[in-house]
């Protein structure tokens, strides 16, 4: 229960800094066709996937390991997608979450 109230109030909190309006407009972009280009769907489905992972292993403390097959898929698409978005970070980012998931299938596998 603390959980759930401490990310109520935090983001909460951080939305009205920033704007509720402004976090929706962001938000609602993604009912329009124009924002589903190719990087933006490449993009949503690495996040998907690593939240995927992230979120059980937070909460539950369960490893998903064959999800990072996902992972090392979708990250090293965002590799190729942060050309289009010229953001480093998500090269940085990618590059050492690729690392993570050889690492994770590689320690399954083996």
Do not use: C, Q
Request: glycine fraction near 2%.
């Amino acid at each position: 229960m603390i959980n759930i109230l401490s990310y109520t109030i935090f983001i909460g909190l951080l939305f009205y800094f920033i704007g509720y309006s402004r976090i929706k407009d962001k938000i609602l972009m993604y009912k329009y066709k124009s924002y589903w280009t190719d990087y933006n769907v490449i993009e949503f489905a690495a996040w998907m996937a690593k939240a995927a992972i992230i979120i059980p292993s937070l909460i539950f403390s369960k490893e998903i390991w064959w999800l990072h097959f996902f992972t090392l898929l979708t990250s090293s698409l965002l590799i190729w997608a942060s050309m289009k978005k010229s953001l480093p970070t998500l090269i940085v980012f990618n590059t050492l979450w690729i690392m993570i998931s050889l690492t994770i299938i590689l320690r399954n596998i083996l």
